[in-house]
């Protein structure tokens, strides 16, 4: 066990400090929503949770500011960033083109194996009800339906943006119809893929890509209107809370 007050786990343990690692670490930890938004981050409790130096950690921190993950804050460490309206609007626009662009690459390269390892992903999705798994099923379906494009460095970004876009993805905890719609839409693009009709699988793709980041952007204008500024201190046991019972839908 690491000395520290954090409560995601240290993948450095036994292992050489890396600054890749730590970054991949912290990411994970934010969208997974250990570390929420505005929340301080203090290199020398990272150190200590992570067992090494400040140097490693500050080459982490540097990265993910670069990414936008935090905000770097001169002489007072760094800040998880806020969750904004606008750049939810901007990953999901961004989304769409890019995995519009994809999907259109991948179709005529599908191949019926490849068509049943997506609807394989698919249907563990539809059962699956833990929070985070079914992030990560959403996310492989998706991949899977891009994979043949042959087109290693755009799959890259479209996964980049699934990282980004997944934190905000639970503020839906609490509207678990979007859940089936989600997986129906998903089943209607795997059908118009396996009869050959690329743009009709396009024109289910593109809406129902724009459509979730505007839910989402509407989702939190109200989730912000409703609360009190930012703190960065979070009630103990809130986000538990707030998860239980709820099933997340995704794009």
Do not use: C
Request: charged letters at 25%; hydrophobic letters at 35%; a positive charge.
């Amino acid at each position: 066990m690491s000395n520290s007050s954090y409560r995601f786990d240290n993948p450095l343990l036994g292992r050489q400090s890396s600054p890749e690692v730590i970054a991949e670490s912290l990411r994970q930890a934010i969208i997974d929503g250990q570390l929420g938004p505005g929340e301080s981050l203090h290199q020398e409790n990272l150190a200590k949770h992570y067992a090494v130096s400040r140097i490693p950690v500050r080459e982490a921190l540097r990265q993910l500011g670069s990414e936008g993950w935090i905000v770097l804050q001169r002489n007072r460490g760094a800040r998880v960033s806020p969750l904004s309206v606008e750049e939810v609007r901007e990953i999901y626009e961004i989304r769409t083109s890019l995995e519009v662009t994809a999907l259109r690459l991948a179709a005529p390269r599908h191949t019926p194996q490849s068509l049943k390892q997506a609807a394989a992903v698919l249907s563990v999705s539809r059962s699956e009800r833990d929070h985070s798994l079914y992030a990560q099923h959403n996310r492989e379906f998706h991949l899977a339906l891009y994979a043949p494009a042959g087109r290693p460095r755009l799959v890259a970004m479209i996964d980049s943006l699934h990282s980004q876009g997944e934190r905000y993805l639970r503020l839906k905890l609490d509207m678990p119809a979007y859940k089936h719609q989600s997986d129906d839409e998903h089943e209607a693009i795997l059908k118009a893929l396996r009869a050959g009709k690329i743009e009709r699988a396009v024109q289910i793709l593109q809406p129902h890509m724009l459509r979730t980041g505007e839910l989402l952007a509407s989702y939190l204008t109200r989730h912000l209107a409703g609360r009190p500024a930012a703190s960065g201190k979070r009630k103990p046991g809130s986000r538990q809370a707030h998860n239980r019972g709820a099933t997340r839908g995704a794009a």
